[in-house]
């Protein structure tokens, strides 16, 4: 039980509690910034050479280390970073992404993918700016929903050819 000396014994006890989460907020704090965000780098570096690599390297670097395939082939090329060629003959901006499409049936075929994340990044409607244009997209193929598909990042992973 705790001695009411006029209140001191308990300001004591709430000034200590006080301390104590206080200090506790501060070593989780530490912990995230040292550790956890720490091992969240060494993650994305790992991905970079692989996953995320279209945002990583420069774009000489990307063009380097690419190979050029048809947006027909790109299903043959899941996990790989890669340019892929082709024509944009179907787009659709839904305010939350810009499909760039390489065939009507955007269902099956080769996507590329811009989130409105990095809208701003881009030329503005890029749904109509890409549209029926013959363009070179570099980055890390991936499936989506049983079709091959390359998120956009950056501008630089686009090139429209002449």
């Not at 043959?76 to 003959?89: M, P």
């Amino acid at each position: 039980m705790i001695n009411n000396n006029n209140g001191t014994d308990i300001k004591k006890f709430l000034v200590r509690l006080g301390a104590t989460v206080v200090a506790i907020i501060l070593v989780m704090f530490l912990a995230k910034v040292w550790f956890i965000d720490q091992t969240r780098t060494d993650l994305f570096q790992k991905t970079v050479t692989g996953k995320q690599a279209d945002t990583a390297f420069s774009k000489e670097k990307q063009l380097k280390t690419s190979q050029v395939i048809s947006w027909q082939d790109a299903v043959k090329h899941y996990g790989e970073f890669a340019t892929v060629e082709g024509k944009i003959v179907a787009t659709y901006n839904s305010g939350k992404a810009c499909f760039l499409n390489f065939h009507k049936d955007y269902k099956r075929h080769f996507t590329a993918v811009i989130l409105a994340s990095v809208f701003s990044r881009f030329p503005e409607k890029p749904e109509k700016y890409y549209y029926g244009e013959k363009v070179h997209v570099h980055g890390y193929i991936k499936e989506y929903n049983g079709k091959p598909e390359i998120i956009l990042n950056d501008p630089s992973q686009i090139e429209i050819l002449k």
